[in-house]
Structures are given as structure tokens and as C-alpha cells.
């Protein structure tokens, strides 16, 4: 059975797992057209001071919500797209020779810009294609200004981090926590006699101190760590509904197994010998 290590490997291999499929899924969402544009028009130069932050706009078949920045000079459009969003998606440049407006264009609210460029269609909103077009001195008015670094990918990679590890949280529940949750979740606050960060393992996943375990003279109580909450709600195990195992012995320590309904569940021996005190009032 894993024990304390487990919390700390969660921790490092969650930010290993998440930015490798947070990047496999840009990468994706690049193949629907940029990867195109990227083929014949990708840059390493520095795009023009001047350029628009947080855009709207589609590529190919790809939308991309607040997420471009987009410029203009006298020979080309730039177009990029945040750093969060970079894998799979290299700044481009494309000539305004290769550009061809087209008419029409729109999707859901916006009016939009239609473009094509080496074979992919682009639409931009209508107010920022006008701003590139007089950056380029295209059009009338003042020069596009440079617009303050967007606050949007500080703003989203909480928001996704969290959303990761309520994931992750909930899978690993799912190999039997979900399952006992399903009949004896409670709310019933834990008795005062408690073991805390209390190793466990609850059908094929194993929880290294982070459970608190409790008991009353009728059930026995599980509860997660707070950092662990998502998918694992506290349990309420009547004692009629556990079937003792036997033990076994894992190198210095000895380990009491149970079962409720389908589910295996294994506790410290040492654990469960105080639990049962408990439960006796002892």
C-alpha cells in the first residue's frame, strides 16, 4: 500500500500531466488551420510595437476568444497568439500580398472580416481589421496604439489549474470512494475522537496521510483532506455494513482489511485497534 508519498507524488506529477495534455490539446487545436499558415508564414522577428491584445477571431476552422494579438506594418499582418495558448500555434507573418478580403463573414454576435491567406480562411472582428488596416496605411485615422499586456492568461491558469485537480481528485475517487459515497455519504460533522492524516487505501487507490478516520458506536467515519475534497465526500460506514478480512504484514507494518458491499478498504491495524476502542467507548 503506498503511504506518505503519495500527496507529494500527486503534487509533482499533476503539473507534469496537466501542461503535457494542456499542450497535446493546443497543438490539436492548431492542425484546424494555423499549422497551415505556420507552414509557409511562421517568424521569429518581432511583430510592430503597435498592435491589438486580446482579440477575437477564427482560423481555419478554430476559434479563438480574446486569445490572438494581432499587428500591422506597410508589408505584412502579424498575428500571434498568448503565451498560454502558444503550443502549436508560432507567430506569423503574412504578406499583404497573400492576404485576399473576401465578403461577408460573421459568427454568433460579432460582424466580421473574412480573409484567405495560403489557402485558409480567416475572419477577424470588423473594428480590429479596420485598426490593422489603418496601422498599415490602408485607411484613414490615427495608428493603431499598443494596448497593455492582457490579463486574461494570469486570469485563466488558476481557473484551469483548479479545474485539473477537481478532475484528477475525482478520478481517483472513482476506483471506490464515488462508489461507497453513492450509499453512506453523510454530513454528519466527525466525532471528536479522530486520527488525522491517517493512510488508507480504498479500492485500488491508495491515500498516504490524508485521511482523517473517526467512530462512533454505530458507524465508522472517512473524510478527506481538504486539498482532496473534490469527488471524496465524507462517509458514514455502518459497522453492520463492514466484513472483516484478516490482516496482513507489509514490511514493519500490519494492515487490517475490510470490505463494504464491493469495495475493499484497508486500515493500519494499529488504526483500526483504536477505532474499535472508540466504538466500544473505550
Not at 505556420?38 to 503597435?50: D, I, Q, Y
Not at 491567406?117 to 496605411?137: F, K, N, P
Not at 462512533?216 to 453492520?240: E, K, N, T, V
Request: a positive charge; one cysteine or more; charged letters at 20%.
Amino acid at each position: 500500500m503506498t503511504e506518505a508519498w503519495l500527496p507529494a507524488a500527486i503534487l509533482v506529477a499533476f503539473p507534469v500531466v496537466f501542461v503535457s495534455f494542456w499542450s497535446a490539446v493546443c497543438w490539436l487545436i492548431s492542425r484546424f488551420g494555423w499549422a497551415t499558415l505556420a507552414a509557409r508564414w511562421a517568424t521569429e522577428l518581432p511583430p510592430p510595437r503597435s498592435r491589438l491584445g486580446m482579440c477575437t477571431g477564427r482560423v481555419g476552422l478554430a476559434n479563438y476568444k480574446g486569445t490572438l494579438e494581432l499587428a500591422a506594418d506597410r508589408e505584412a499582418l502579424w498575428m500571434d497568439v498568448m503565451a498560454l495558448f502558444r503550443p502549436g500555434h508560432r507567430p506569423l507573418r503574412i504578406p499583404w500580398a497573400e492576404v485576399e478580403a473576401l465578403e461577408g463573414g460573421g459568427w454568433l454576435l460579432f460582424r466580421a472580416q473574412r480573409l484567405r491567406a495560403g489557402g485558409v480562411e480567416i475572419q477577424l472582428r470588423e473594428g480590429d481589421w479596420a485598426a490593422l488596416q489603418r496601422a498599415a496605411g490602408r485607411g484613414g485615422g490615427r495608428p493603431v496604439s499598443a494596448l497593455p499586456l492582457p490579463l486574461l492568461g494570469a486570469l485563466a491558469a488558476p481557473l484551469l489549474l483548479v479545474g485539473g485537480w477537481w478532475a484528477l481528485c475525482a478520478l481517483i475517487g472513482r476506483s471506490g470512494w464515488t462508489r461507497l459515497g453513492a450509499r453512506f455519504a453523510t454530513d454528519r460533522p466527525l466525532p471528536p475522537a479522530r486520527l488525522r492524516r491517517s493512510p488508507a487505501q480504498v479500492g485500488s487507490s491508495a491515500y498516504g496521510q490524508t485521511l482523517t478516520l473517526a467512530a462512533d458506536a454505530d458507524a465508522l467515519y472517512l473524510g478527506a483532506l481538504p486539498l482532496l475534497r473534490p469527488g471524496h465526500p465524507r462517509l458514514r460506514l455502518p459497522w453492520a455494513a463492514l466484513a472483516v478480512q484478516g490482516q496482513s504484514r507489509r514490511g514493519f507494518a500490519t494492515f487490517q482489511h475490510l470490505r463494504v458491499g464491493d469495495v475493499d478498504l484497508t486500515l493500519l491495524a494499529d488504526d483500526w485497534a483504536a477505532l474499535r476502542r472508540a466504538a466500544d467507548g473505550g
